[in-house]
């Protein structure tokens, strides 16, 4: 079983639906939880990161943490065209004796339609 | 945020040669480490590259066939050794700046093995 799991779709939403993207997995030390998108051949882009539960915003994007079910969330309002790429989810466990590891999942390809 | 570039972008090579991959930041970084996406994959990450002491890798990498610099706080170099088609894959370098929960990343080197 992968320590995190995240359905690679892909989804495809017309433009202006709210998007729903999760991530589930099996490691309760995950501490801090991090979503990025990655464009066709470009690297990974820090959208935001998150620590223990809860939910943290940042316009258009939320992200929610509930540790007690081992699932994170990234809600993106608005949808736009623009927003079409992959999101991979990430998340470490606390404490320096760890370093900077990030364990990722496998990503989900998201198409927004105009 | 750190703006980090990797040179080549990307390589084709034959079996059995060696490539050597440079990752430069646009600022002194504490953090520096470097990840694999093979096709269809999540991140996986081979080793963190410390500045003036050896690397640390991760379970299932070793030194011999991953041989990672660090000369200072802005620039590493990883060598994917002896390479065979099974190493076929994008690798990215990432940074840290202010903590473990803010790395970014490089536009990746997209590598193929003949």
């Known amino acids: 079983q992968k320590e995190v799991e995240q359905d690679p779709g892909p989804l495809s939403v017309p433009e202006g639906a709210i998007v729903s993207l999760n991530c589930t997995y099996s490691n309760s030390a995950f501490q801090y939880f991090m979503w990025y998108r990655q464009y066709s051949r470009k690297g990974p882009e820090l959208l935001m990161y998150t620590y223990s539960s809860g939910n943290k915003e940042d316009g258009r994007f939320t992200a929610q943490v509930d540790k007690s079910s081992k699932y994170i969330s990234l809600f993106i309002r608005d949808s736009q065209p623009s927003d079409s790429a992959t999101y991979l989810c990430?998340?470490?466990?606390?404490?320096?004796?760890?370093?900077?590891?990030?364990?990722f999942g496998q990503g989900t390809e998201l198409s927004v339609k105009p | 945020s750190a703006v980090i570039s990797q040179k080549p972008s990307r390589d084709i090579c034959q079996r059995g040669t060696s490539l050597t991959i440079q990752c430069q930041v646009d600022?002194?970084?504490?953090?520096m480490f470097w990840y694999r996406q093979q096709p269809g994959q999540s991140l996986t990450l081979i080793a963190t590259?410390?500045?003036?002491?050896?690397?640390?890798?991760e379970s299932g990498f070793v030194i011999d066939k991953f041989p990672i610099s660090r000369p200072n706080l802005t620039f590493s170099t990883l060598t994917v050794s002896n390479m065979s088609p099974e190493d076929s894959s994008i690798y990215l370098c990432?940074?840290?700046?202010?903590?473990?929960?803010?790395?970014?990343f490089g536009p990746g080197t997209r590598l193929t093995v003949l």
């Open positions: 590259a410390n500045q003036g002491s050896e690397a640390t890798y």
């Open positions: 600022s002194q970084v504490t953090m």
């Open positions: 990432s940074a840290g700046t202010r903590s473990y929960n803010e790395q970014f």
């Open positions: 990430a998340m470490r466990v606390a404490g320096d004796n760890q370093g900077g590891k990030l364990i």
